[in-house]
């Protein structure tokens, strides 16, 4: 069992259309960070929420951090090809000596 | 120059080879890391360096080997790997006295191929 679980794992859309990812634990979490991946590169940090129930906005995308700090989701709006990639998110955890632990991932495929 | 550099991109090495992989920063951040990343695997954390002691070793096994001369280059010696090792290998540099809740920043990794 992962500390950290992503959903769904993949996701595929037209363009324009809306989606959200989820980020769920069992466990508080002191701060949760979101990271995209495209293709051939590696994870680059789109955001960390702190607060619980805090709301972050980045252009299209919303990020929200659950009032318990256990979960987490990222909702983006009218989705463009270049939102395609693979959306991560990651905590420090205890149960890990307070190493980040990331989940699985949902890969988000946006079609023209 | 681009933040993390990793290098080479790809590589493709057999069971008895040594080779290794390396890393650079150019963010003048404290601390330094090796991830891997496997298809349907979340990423897992190998090594950490900060201030080049290595802090962290995650049960990696003997085959894998890091170095760390300084706190902008970072190495990971490979030798008789076996094919389940081939996988994405990512650096990743941080900054912070509690780098382990730091945002990273990454290499673009190597993509490494056993046979």
């Known amino acids: 069992t992962q500390l950290l679980e992503q959903s769904p794992q993949f996701l595929s859309i037209q363009e324009g259309e809306n989606l959200t990812v989820y980020c769920n634990s069992s466990s508080v979490f002191s701060s949760l960070q979101w990271y995209r991946q495209e293709p051939g590169e590696g994870p680059v940090l789109l955001v960390t929420?702190?607060?619980?129930?805090e709301v972050k906005k980045l252009k299209r995308l919303t990020f929200q951090f659950g009032d318990a700090r256990k979960d987490s989701s990222l909702h983006i709006t009218a989705a463009q090809p270049g939102d395609t990639g693979l959306y991560l998110c990651?905590?420090?955890?205890?149960?890990?000596?307070?190493?980040?632990?990331f989940g699985g991932g949902t890969r988000v495929l946006v079609k023209p | 120059e681009t933040g993390v550099t990793q290098t080479p991109r790809h590589l493709v090495m057999g069971m008895t080879n040594k080779k290794s992989l390396k890393c650079e920063q150019h963010?003048?951040?404290?601390?330094m890391y090796w991830y891997k990343q496997s298809a349907k695997k979340p990423l897992e954390l190998m090594f950490v360096y900060s201030l080049e002691e290595r802090v962290e070793n995650n049960s990696v096994p003997s085959r894998f080997s890091p170095e760390c001369p300084n706190s902008s280059h970072l190495f990971l010696h490979l030798h008789t790997l076996q094919p389940e090792d081939s996988a994405l290998y990512l650096c990743?540099?941080?900054?912070?006295?509690?780098?382990?809740?730091?945002?990273?920043?990454f290499g673009n990794g190597t993509r490494l191929t056993v046979t």
């Open positions: 990651a905590g420090p955890h205890k149960a890990a000596g307070n190493k980040l632990t």
């Open positions: 990743a540099s941080s900054q912070g006295d509690r780098f382990y809740n730091s945002p990273l920043h």
């Open positions: 963010l003048g951040h404290n601390a």
């Open positions: 929420v702190v607060t619980g129930g």
